[in-house]
């Protein structure tokens, strides 16, 4: 809340208004129906990710507001929500590396060698996925670099 202030003292509207719109997600997901009236830090975390992700995102190839506003020749649309992105960048964690994802992936395929054996690699991929996150927080890596980590080191292990 104080960066918002800070935001307002400052007149940074681009940054109040940013924070502002997140912080409306982070309320709406707490008075969504099925929440129990506190949203974890986890949900927010995963609220940011998702805030960040549709103004621009490295990760996405096209689904990004910035890389439409790009192709429409709109630069100065494209340029307000980077640095939204960026604006909120600060408020996330770093994110696990991949080699720090292949270790705990090859830790669990060490531990759990029926993983390699598994006939159907959807189901094997699926159990090292439950267990993978029962040991890391889902809102600390991206899952779809977990999920082609996953698919190669079990390939091969097998």
């Not at 129906?33 to 990710?49: K, T």
């Not at 429409?72 to 996330?92: C, G, I, M, P």
């Not at 090859?106 to 690699?121: C, W």
Request: proline fraction near 3%; aromatic fraction near 6%; hydrophobic fraction near 40%.
């Amino acid at each position: 809340m104080s960066e918002v202030k800070d935001a307002m003292k400052s007149k940074d509207t681009v940054k109040s208004t940013t924070i502002r719109s997140v912080l409306a997600e982070v309320y709406a997901a707490d008075k969504a129906p099925g929440s129990d009236g506190a949203v974890s830090s986890s949900s927010i975390l995963a609220i940011l990710r998702k805030a960040v992700r549709r103004r621009a995102s490295p990760f996405m190839s096209l689904a990004d507001s910035a890389a439409e506003f790009e192709k429409a020749n709109r630069t100065d649309l494209a340029q307000k929500e980077k640095q939204e992105a960026e604006l909120l960048e600060v408020f996330l964690p770093a994110l696990l590396s991949e080699a720090e994802i292949d270790r705990f992936i090859r830790e669990i395929i060490a531990e759990q060698p029926q993983l390699t054996s598994e006939p159907n690699k959807k189901r094997a991929a699926g159990m090292l996925f439950k267990t993978f996150y029962s040991k890391v927080d889902r809102s600390l890596v991206d899952t779809d670099l977990v999920r082609s980590r996953a698919e190669a080191l079990l390939a091969e292990a097998s």
